[in-house]
């Protein structure tokens, strides 16, 4: 168990709607990372916060938006959802502010089909 | 550029045997490279990893090493044992307008055969 924990662990919806997936990091941990993982792309970087501020961009849609809210939570949102949307969406955190610092601590992902 | 390529993307290799797999990035800036193991229906988790600073990193049967000048990695697994097997992600760091980013290779699937 990482300690970073993520809900909902599977979602099934239709193209066109709105979704949030929500990640509690691991106590003391102050950044957020998220990640997708599709089978044709690998895990992709989306964005970073740390300690409620965005540190980090990749490659993320205009559709989706984050933020980690003063208890550190984070979530994110995808909205007008496609197909192609359908993947495994992982949270990760680490104390420092940056991934060089140490190690990044993975949930078990948020399973989104889109359908 | 910001490439991280892995490979190969499937090995399978007898227990008690070697795995080797390689990785190589494209920043010359990129000052840490770590390897993540992802087990099915898990998140990656750190095996091992190396900075910039340091040719080769071993713990137990797991090692690392990095030529900077060829700007490639590569872990080797000894002694493989059948819990071995998972998926295995090389990154490297990349640093960006602000803040840095890990870059991960796409994978690779070690099958440990018993």
């Known amino acids: 168990d990482s300690g970073v924990t993520q809900t909902p662990k599977h979602l099934i919806t239709a193209t066109g709607q709105r979704v949030t997936l929500r990640c509690s990091p691991r106590s003391g941990d102050l950044s957020v990372y998220w990640y997708q993982q599709s089978l044709d792309q690998g895990l992709q970087f989306l964005i970073q916060?740390?300690?409620?501020?965005?540190?980090a961009k990749g490659n993320i849609l205009e559709r989706f938006s984050a933020q980690q809210f003063p208890d550190l939570h984070s979530e994110l949102n995808l909205s007008s959802l496609e197909l192609g949307d359908s993947a495994l969406y992982f949270c990760a955190s680490s104390l420092n502010s940056g991934p060089e610092s140490g190690e990044l601590f993975f949930g078990e992902g948020s399973r989104l089909t889109v359908l | 550029g910001e490439n991280v390529e892995q490979h190969p993307s499937t090995l399978s290799v007898q227990e008690g045997d070697s795995a080797v797999i390689k990785c190589t990035y494209s920043d010359s800036a990129s000052n840490y490279f770590p390897w993540y193991k992802q087990e099915l229906g898990k998140g990656p988790q750190l095996i091992i990893d190396i900075r910039s600073n340091v040719g080769e990193k071993k713990d137990q049967r797991i090692a690392v090493t990095l030529n900077k000048t060829a700007k490639h990695f590569s872990l080797h697994i000894t002694e493989t044992q059948p819990e071995d097997s998972a998926v295995y992600f090389c990154a490297a760091s990349i640093g960006m307008e602000y803040g840095n980013k890990l870059v991960f290779g796409a994978g690779t699937i070690l099958r440990v055969k018993s």
């Open positions: 916060y740390y300690n409620g501020e965005e540190r």
